[in-house]
């Protein structure tokens, strides 16, 4: 059986389509853009590392090149 809450839940949203429906609007749009961290250098969405702006890609690059100041390799 349904929780009381998901019930109301259900039967506000019918009212509330009801109402946009009668009044010949479309329903308004619930979902808002949201950025998306991408690498400062390459555009990669996936795998970013925020402190660095960077992909985990491009990162390992400049780190091996020593273009990153602080950072080292954890072996050697």
Do not use: H
Request: one cysteine or more; a positive charge; aromatic letters at 6%.
């Amino acid at each position: 059986m349904a929780k009381k809450s998901k019930i109301a839940k259900d039967k506000k949203m019918l009212a509330l389509r009801e109402k946009y429906q009668l009044a010949g609007e479309k329903k308004p749009n619930k979902v808002s853009t949201r950025g998306k961290n991408r690498c400062k250098i390459t555009g990669r969405p996936q795998g970013y590392m925020r402190y660095f702006g960077l992909s985990r890609i491009t990162f390992r690059e400049l780190a091996l090149k020593g273009e990153l100041p602080g950072v080292v390799k954890a072996s050697k």
